[in-house]
């Protein structure tokens, strides 16, 4: 085992637009460089991990292992990459691995498959494919260029360090990645399939996180003999029905109150108040469905519903199904997404006297602004 690996972290972010430097940004709960540094040290396959940084005092704070150097950047990518080389050089490498911090997201197995086919080649570089199709602009002319033939190279890249270094000392342009100098030397790269998730970080977007939050409902209303009894916004058989100011739909009214707790906006009374005679025997659907357009149009999107209702009866596993299904059309959601729990009170009380029905509901709820 001879192999050092190079993290380069001394871009400019200038298309990240932040006043973090990206590689301090708090990615997925640590600091965008660490997840390149932990995941290199935890791979146990190299003697040395050097990163190149603007910001060398603030990483020699935060204590890596030994094995870990922190070298100062240079003004271009090829500079940094090259002041890397020049420090391990005195090492006589056989393999180094050159990759970018912006790239937090590949795995321990790309490392190890790649130090494995340098065994045969100089150059081992991870690829995918295009999933856009691809123009080619040259001297005021367009040209199409075939997707299938057009490879998206990523990092880490690997090379035998002896080519690299050679070919970094006589190079004479800006590159965007190191397989660069190998192709215009004519000399062979061996492409293997890189990771669709390691993707790399440019723009703020492609970290911005949606947040998702919860949201609980609660609600009983008393039975009445020969009344429609609705439960999910759909009609039930049974000796009697719910009473209150509306349809007193236990299940539509709890999950009105669990979204409106999800997105902190107050309760169902707050909008359709029980003193108001406008809203006297109002269907429970046409309370929910001014709350789920505005929902969706500030494009919030149910993640789930978790309903439990709390009866002796009527059974729920009877009318599971229909409930659901009601459910799903007056929410625009998965049946997938809506569990109906049936929950019985052991004859206890009013509910289990059949004088009441209760059901609460919780939710989670994603903003994908
Ligand atoms: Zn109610």
């Known amino acids: 085992m001879n192999n050092y690996i190079v993290i380069l972290a001394a871009g400019k972010s200038k298309r990240f637009h932040n006043k973090i430097a990206k590689e301090f940004y708090i990615y997925k709960n640590k600091e965008m460089i660490d997840h390149s540094i932990e995941k290199s040290l935890n791979s ?6 050097i990163v190149v940084s603007n910001n060398p005092n603030r990483l020699k704070k935060k204590g890596y292992p030994k094995l870990v150097k922190i070298i100062k950047g240079g003004k271009e990518r090829s500079d940094s990459s090259l002041n890397a080389l020049r420090y391990i050089k005195k090492f006589k490498p056989n393999n180094v691995l050159i990759h970018d911090a912006a790239r937090p997201n590949f795995s321990i197995n790309l490392l190890r498959n790649l130090i494995n086919k340098l065994k045969k080649n100089k ?25 299938d033939k057009t490879l998206l190279a990523q990092t880490p890249q690997a090379f035998k360090f002896k080519d690299l270094y050679n070919l970094s000392l006589k190079k004479n342009e800006t590159i965007t990645d190191e397989s660069t100098l190998f192709i215009e030397n004519d000399y062979k790269i061996f492409f293997i399939k890189g990771e669709n998730k390691n ?7 492609d970290v911005k996180i949606h947040k998702t939050t919860f949201g609980i409902g609660f609600d009983i209303h008393k039975l009445k003999k020969n009344k429609t009894l609705y ?12 009473q209150g100011h509306s349809d ?7 999950i009105t109150d669990a979204i409106l707790g999800a997105i902190q906006k107050k309760d169902i009374g707050t909008y359709f108040p029980s003193n108001k005679n406008q809203y006297k025997n109002i269907r429970s659907p046409k309370m929910l469905k001014p709350i789920i357009e505005n929902l969706y149009k500030n494009n919030f999107s149910i993640n789930n519903l978790d309903i439990n209702l709390i009866c002796e009866k009527p059974k ?14 007056l929410l625009n959601l998965d049946k997938k997404r809506i569990n109906l729990k049936g929950k019985t009170v052991e004859k206890l009380g009013l509910i289990g006297k059949e004088k009441a029905i209760a059901c ?9 602004d």
């Open 248 to 254: 007193g739909d236990v299940i539509l009214h709890a």
């Open 123 to 147: 150059a081992v570089i991870p690829y995918i494919l295009p999933t856009d199709s691809i123009k080619y602009k040259s001297q005021g002319q367009l040209f199409n260029l075939n997707r």
């Open 360 to 368: 609460e509901v919780i939710t989670s709820i994603t903003n994908y």
């Open 231 to 242: 439960l999910g916004g759909t009609k039930i058989p049974f000796h009697s029905g719910l």
């Open 44 to 49: 146990k396959l190299f003697k040395k991990i």
């Open 199 to 205: 993707k790399k970080i440019t723009y703020l977007d």
């Open 316 to 329: 729920v596993s009877k009318y599971r199904n229909k409930i659901i299904k009601s459910v799903s059309n």
